[in-house]
């Protein structure tokens, strides 16, 4: 790892503190820890929290925490003449965001979170009505329970806080996560869920519209199972969309 | 129609609006807010500042200004002032009209808006004069120094 010299570093290497628990000794057969296979953590969502940015949104999925800031749209600078919008989503992850300390240098999870966002969002953003122009997402994982959550809340937050922004949209992005653990498919997994499982996969749509946007996976799955993941995925994404809509009216009224 | 819209939903149109009794398919919303229905004109509001497109009307200060064109920063679209450090860089050309600071736009090259004052109403707001004071209009192409008393030659603007 290299060493950032303009800060000040922490020890090298820090470890967490270790306690005696019932870490996680499940097997396969068990059954899941605190919800049924097809819930997901509840979501607290809250758009216009960054007052400087032109929207924003935070979102809360138990021990998920994400903040989302939009700039723009801002004139591309050094770019070439383009008829399109550029979306630029960058991802970042907070020092205390994960069980071990992450240095506050961006690396490649953080860029494939990004793509992956990235992804989901650029289909559903109007980007022909905005030439030489950017528009910059800035998403900043506070806290972090497993890599598809982060996709799956980051990828909510931003559309919401796009659409807090008054930017033209085809319509609200809302996107799931699903894991395939033994032979069971738990959705939302968290962290040691989704270490714990073959596969995961995060699907993103806009459910307004009835159409899907990105879908990300990741480990191994049968094709059936990556369908019922998918199918499984959509149904949440309309109770998300509820959520999301929810949000954004109450804070369209004030 | 009083209620708020979401992107992607479509908006309830009242009857009287030619498309909705005529079949086609429903127009969706891009924004959040209230539709507004005026006339043939369907919109919804904001107020939230956008880049400059075909047509707009712009304000913004001469930042250079060379023999053959002067750049400008455009602070102001359409009445919409741009947040600070968010201004977009816009050009007016000599060819075609006559001095300083513009109001309109046509999508430029890479780095730029072409910004015109080609219109009557078009032109200069605000200028200095040589003695350093701001200067009042006169007529449609000249601006007095308060101060000195001189002419100087502007192509001013008449806004609203």
Not at chain 1, 10 to 21: I, K, L, Q, W
Not at chain 1, 45 to 56: T, V
Not at chain 1, 186 to 207: F, I, N, Q, Y
Not at chain 2, 58 to 78: E, F, H, K, M, N
């Amino acid at each position: 790892m290299a060493l950032d010299r303009r800060r000040i570093n922490g020890p090298e290497e820090s470890f967490p503190p270790v306690f005696d628990s019932d870490a996680l000794q499940w097997k396969l057969e068990d059954a899941r820890k605190d919800r049924s296979p097809d819930d997901i953590r509840p979501i607290f969502l809250q758009p216009g929290l960054i007052s400087q940015a032109n929207g924003s949104a935070y979102i809360e999925t138990a021990k998920t925490k994400i903040a989302c800031a939009v700039y723009g749209p801002r004139q591309s600078k050094n770019t070439t003449y383009s008829e399109m919008g550029r979306l630029n989503v960058e991802v970042k992850f907070t020092p205390f965001s994960c069980v071990r300390r992450r240095a506050p240098m961006r690396d490649a999870e953080d860029r494939s979170i990004a793509v992956a966002i990235h992804q989901a969002l650029v289909s559903s953003v109007r980007l022909e009505l905005l030439p030489k122009s950017t528009i910059d997402i800035f998403v900043t994982i506070i806290e972090s329970d497993g890599l598809d959550g982060c996709v799956a809340s980051g990828s909510v937050a931003a559309s919401t806080a796009l659409a807090d922004a008054g930017i033209e949209l085809l319509g609200l992005v809302t996107s799931c996560a699903a894991s395939v653990v033994g032979k069971k498919l738990w959705l939302d997994p968290t962290e040691e869920e989704a270490r714990l499982s073959k596969g995961t996969l995060v699907l993103s749509c806009m459910p307004a519209l009835k159409k899907i946007t990105s879908v990300w996976q990741t480990g191994e799955m049968k094709v059936a199972e990556a369908l019922g993941c998918m199918d499984a995925c959509q149904e949440k994404c309309t109770e998300i969309h509820s959520v999301v809509a929810q949000a954004l009216l109450e804070s369209a009224k004030i | 129609m009083t209620s708020y819209v979401l992107p992607g939903q479509p908006i309830p149109l009242a009857s009287q609006w030619p498309s909705a009794s005529a079949g086609r398919r429903a127009y969706i919303a891009s924004l959040v807010g209230i539709p507004q229905q005026e006339g043939p004109v369907l919109s919804i509001s904001r107020v939230r500042p956008r880049p400059p497109a075909i047509n707009s009307v712009v304000l913004g200060s001469v930042t250079r200004l060379s023999p053959l064109q002067a750049t400008l920063s455009i602070s102001v679209v359409d009445g919409v002032p741009l947040p600070a450090g968010e201004e977009f860089t816009g050009v007016i050309r000599i060819a075609g009209h006559r001095v300083k600071i513009g109001d309109s736009i046509s999508l430029g090259d890479a780095r730029s808006y072409f910004v015109t004052t080609a219109r009557n109403d078009l032109g200069v707001v605000f200028a200095v004069s040589e003695a350093g004071k701001t200067m009042v209009p006169v007529s449609w192409q000249s601006m007095r120094c308060p101060e000195t008393g001189r002419l100087e030659k502007r192509k001013c603007a008449k806004p609203e």
